[in-house]
């Protein structure tokens, strides 16, 4: 796994994408923080930049660096949470404006596997995570279900097997600075 992780974040560090298994589904990855690496991930998935991309962290700490006030209840949600959840901030700080909705809000996970961690830990920046597939065609589930344009669109693959054996999407829940809660995907 320490060999993955190098390669990733040699990837990462040049601005490239990475194709890797998630907390949820196999996502496409890069530098939250690059804007031009998160162009590369809109124009693979075919997806206009307004449609905002999920960003993952590897800690509360990290989430804390990019979210200029993170509202009390998110550390509940993310201690309570029983599967992946997502959750829509106001006024992100510190990553690529192409990454940021029009509404200035941006989808953030706390990863929950030690794959991600590692990976976000060590890179020490956020990692785009959107799902391996262009955009209005199904989430593929397994490694086998991803389409070859989105594999060789990508820079490298993480040679990791498939863990996750009833893998799904996040759910997502937006939290504005008012106290007000939405539940956008459960």
Known sequence: ????????????????????????????????????????????????????????????????????????????IIDLATKPTTIVFDEPVGVAKNLIAEDNTLAIRVASDKFCQYLINKFGKPIVSTSANISGQPTPKHFADIQPEILKG???????????????????????????????RE
């Open 1 to 76: 796994m320490t060999e993955e992780i190098n390669n990733c974040i040699k990837e990462l560090k040049a601005g490239n994408l990475i194709l890797y298994p998630t907390d949820t589904v196999w996502g496409i990855g890069c530098d939250a923080t690059n804007p031009d690496a998160v162009k590369k991930v809109y124009a693979l998935k075919k997806r206009e930049d307004t449609k905002a991309l999920i960003c993952l962290v590897a800690n509360q700490a990290m989430l804390e660096r990019h979210v200029k006030e993170v509202p009390e209840v998110a550390y509940d």
């Open 154 to 184: 990508v820079d490298y693959v993480v040679n990791l097997p498939d863990v996750n054996n009833d893998p799904s999407p996040s759910s997502i829940i937006k939290l504005a600075n008012d106290g007000q809660v939405k539940v956008i």
